[in-house]
């Protein structure tokens, strides 16, 4: 007999939309592209396809790469996320002399969280440049604002952005914040821009006021990188990879040519993992959907309070590359005429 599970308790918790997404789903376009071993993702969400998946209508730009701490491969994505946000801007009909306001959200005491305070350290605030005399063509108005999370200042950030733009009327917003993620592989792997702006804490379950064109009545683009993960995800990610595990050996086994091989990244491979292998594995649960497995690990886990989020060991490194990849990207992005 087979076990039921009931989904409708299962909270995904994800800020990305491709970890959502269906191309089949009526109502979403789906585009991707390849440069060297860069891949990106242009999403476009229509209504219909918006009340299915649940994410806002609106433009979705994901890239994914494999690692950024290196000075090449660093290069390599700041070109790629620049270029990207240039035509994300084109879309918005942004004009090249409008004023920007950049926020970083997040907290920067919080390393997982600090993605969005330590870009603002890298990008190029002119405002006051401005006000003292004459700037050069090829530059434009930008603001930066750090207003940290509600547990510090007690005040909603929307609430503290709303008094900001009253005051400096910027004709559009860039907010960077750090992500959730619904899949190991992408965390610290992948950056998203969208033109539907952002409600923070979603992927945590810690929603607070939305930050979008429909609350702040400017255009909000939105950017950022997943850099945790919950337990559940984990641990179903782990099932995955032990059923790619088990289905890749019981093929290559007994093949000579694999008997000296060692540490292969079965992940590289194409390997049909059948139903018969799932349930050899693992009994029961090897017969459950991928959504069931989440859901039954969320119902374990949850109760006795270890449905933590995760994030790698080496988040302090990484997250310092991805706050200058972002920082430098939208000045590139910005200012047509800045010195590379």
Do not use: W
């Not at 299915?52 to 994505?77: L, P, Q, R, S």
């Not at 009253?166 to 993620?181: C, M, N, W, Y």
């Not at 590289?268 to 059948?274: L, Y």
């Amino acid at each position: 007999m087979k076990h039921e599970i009931d989904l409708k308790h299962y909270q995904i918790r994800t800020d990305l939309a491709i970890d959502t997404i269906n191309e089949k789903t009526k109502g979403i376009k789906v585009k991707t592209t390849t440069l060297d071993d860069i891949k990106i993702t242009n999403v476009v969400i229509e209504p219909e396809g918006s009340n299915i998946i649940k994410k806002k209508e609106g433009n979705y730009i994901t890239i994914e790469f494999k690692d950024v701490t290196d000075t090449h491969n660093k290069e390599k994505v700041r070109e790629v996320f620049s270029n990207e946000l240039k035509k994300l801007l084109e879309i918005c009909g942004i004009k090249e002399d409008d004023s920007c306001l950049i926020i970083g959200l997040g907290n920067a005491k919080s390393t997982p969280d600090a993605l969005g305070p330590l870009s603002i350290n890298n990008v190029l605030v002119t405002n006051h440049l401005f006000e003292y005399g004459d700037v050069i063509d090829g530059y434009r108005r930008t603001f930066a604002i750090t207003p940290g999370v509600m547990g510090q200042t007690g005040i909603e950030t929307s609430n503290i952005i709303i008094s900001v733009i009253k005051e400096i009327r910027p004709h559009f917003i860039i907010v960077i914040d750090a992500l959730a993620s619904q899949s190991i592989e992408r965390v610290n792997r992948t950056i998203q821009m969208t033109d539907t702006g952002i409600q923070p804490g979603s992927g945590v379950g810690n929603s607070r006021k939305e930050i979008s064109k429909d609350v702040l009545n400017v255009p909000v683009i939105a950017i950022g990188v997943p850099t945790v993960v919950d337990a559940v995800t984990i641990v179903s990610d782990t099932f995955n990879y032990m059923y790619q595990h088990f289905s890749y050996m019981k093929e290559k086994i007994n093949d000579p040519a694999n008997k000296l091989k060692t540490n292969i990244n079965y992940l590289n491979e194409t390997i049909d993992v059948k139903t018969e292998d799932k349930e050899s594995l693992m009994g029961m649960v090897g017969n459950l959907k991928e959504e069931e497995i989440k859901q039954l690990i969320f119902e374990v886990l949850t109760p006795i309070g270890y449905n933590l989020m995760v994030t790698p060991k080496e988040i302090d490194f990484i997250v310092d590359k991805l706050s200058d990849v972002i920082g430098n990207g939208i000045d590139y992005a910005l200012h047509k005429n800045i010195v590379k």
